[in-house]
C-alpha cells in the first residue's frame, strides 16, 4: 500500500509541474506609453587645459597684462577657447641670417595658481553634437613692423608653425589633423593649422606646436634674412587672427 501511494504522489506532482509549463497567460488589455529627451546647445566658454596634459585646467597668468593680454575665449557650442601669443624676446642684432624661436607659454593652474611652462598652443571646443568638422586657420595681418610715428618693416621675415600636436579627453581617433604652416607676410592668404573631417573633432582639443617642453622650444619660428635692416631696442611687433569654421571644406 505505501508503494501504491508514493507513486500516485510522483505522478500526481509531475502532472503539476507539465501543466505548470504549458498554460499560457491571456492578455487583459494593453496601453502605449511615451519616452523622450530633448538636447540643447552649450553657449558657455570653455576653460583652457595644460595641452601637455588635458586633465589639468589652466588660466592665463594675467590676461589684462598689456604685454601678454589674453581675451576670453569665444563663447557657442563650435569656439576657440585659447590661442597663445609668440613672444621671441630680445636678441643681439646678427649681420647673417637667423632664425629666432618663440619662448614657451607660461599659464597658471587653476586648482594650484602654480605658474607653468607650456608649449605654445590653441585650443578648440566642439559641442555641437553635428559631428559634421571643422576648419581652423591662422592669418598674419601684415609684415613685423615697429610701432613709432614712422615704422620700420622687418622686410622678408618669415614666421613658421610647426604641426600641431593634438591632446584631449576624447579618445585619439577623433584627433583633427595637423598641418605645418609657413605665414603669408601680407596677410593676403591664410594657413590652415588643424582640420577635423566629419566625424571627427568633437570634445575640446588642446593642440600644442611642440609635444613636450623640447620639441616645443624650436616649434614657432621667425626667420630673418642676412640683408635686412633692424631697428635696435624697439620692439617690431604684427598681429594674428585665428578664424575657425564650422565645416572641414
Known sequence: ??????????????????????????????????????????????????????????????????????????????????????????????????????????????????????????????????????KLTVKQNGQFKTQDAAPQTLNNAELSIVAGTPKSLTDAAYAPTTSIATLDPTGAASSDIAVAAADKGMGTWAIAFGGDATTAATAVSLKVPMGTAKVADVPYKTTLTWNLEDTPN
Do not use: C, E
Request: without cysteine.
Open 1 to 134: 500500500m505505501k508503494i501504491k501511494i508514493a507513486y500516485v504522489s510522483t505522478i500526481m506532482a509531475s502532472s503539476l509541474v507539465i501543466g505548470g509549463i504549458s498554460a499560457t497567460a491571456a492578455t487583459a488589455g494593453s496601453m502605449d506609453s511615451i519616452t523622450d529627451a530633448t538636447f540643447t546647445q552649450d553657449k558657455t566658454v570653455t576653460t583652457p587645459l595644460d595641452p601637455t596634459d588635458p586633465n589639468t585646467p589652466v588660466t592665463p597668468v594675467d590676461p589684462t597684462d598689456p604685454i601678454d593680454p589674453h581675451a576670453p575665449g569665444t563663447s557657442g557650442p563650435l569656439s576657440i577657447d585659447y590661442v597663445s601669443n609668440f613672444h621671441f624676446g630680445s636678441n643681439v642684432i646678427s649681420p647673417l641670417s637667423k632664425t629666432y624661436y618663440a619662448k614657451l607659454d607660461k599659464v597658471k593652474v587653476a586648482s594650484s595658481g602654480n605658474i607653468i611652462s607650456v608649449p605654445n598652443f590653441v585650443q578648440v571646443t566642439d559641442k555641437r553634437g553635428t559631428n559634421v568638422g571643422w
